[in-house]
């Protein structure tokens, strides 16, 4: 098995367990996740959020051509991140992804 498998399956057992609410999206040749959060989430907050705590994400909304762009998705790669820092990684984002959902219930 390649190393960017390794990566691959690494990063889908990450997400499965930290970010169950999510949906993703990724095929054999890619280097990247695309994710499908939970409609209420504003990935940009979300990429705030995980930036607190170390972790990089894209929000997808530049990605579409709508007027009003769907602010539910953002893409995370794993081609350059060594293996053994994707499931602490992915942990952190889960922690951020319950803030940013908490933050919303709260309205603070």
């Known amino acids: 098995m390649e190393e960017i498998d390794q990566r691959r399956d690494a990063m889908r057992l990450a997400i499965d367990q ?5 949906l993703s999206h990724s095929s ?3 280097s990247a996740f695309w994710m499908e959060a939970d409609a209420s989430i ?3 907050r979300l990429a705030w959020h995980a930036a607190q705590r170390g972790v990089l994400i894209e929000p997808g909304f530049q990605h579409f051509f709508d007027a009003a762009p769907p602010r539910r998705f953002f893409r995370l790669g794993f081609g350059a ?4 820092r994707i499931d602490p990684g992915i942990q952190r984002l889960g922690l951020a992804y319950d803030n940013a ?5 709260t309205g603070t």
């Not at 991140?81 to 053994?84: A, G, K, L, N, V």
């Open 81 to 84: 991140i060594e293996r053994e």
């Open 42 to 44: 504003d990935t940009q």
């Open 101 to 105: 959902l908490s933050t919303l219930k």
């Open 28 to 30: 054999s040749r890619s």
């Open 18 to 22: 930290a970010l169950p609410g999510c």
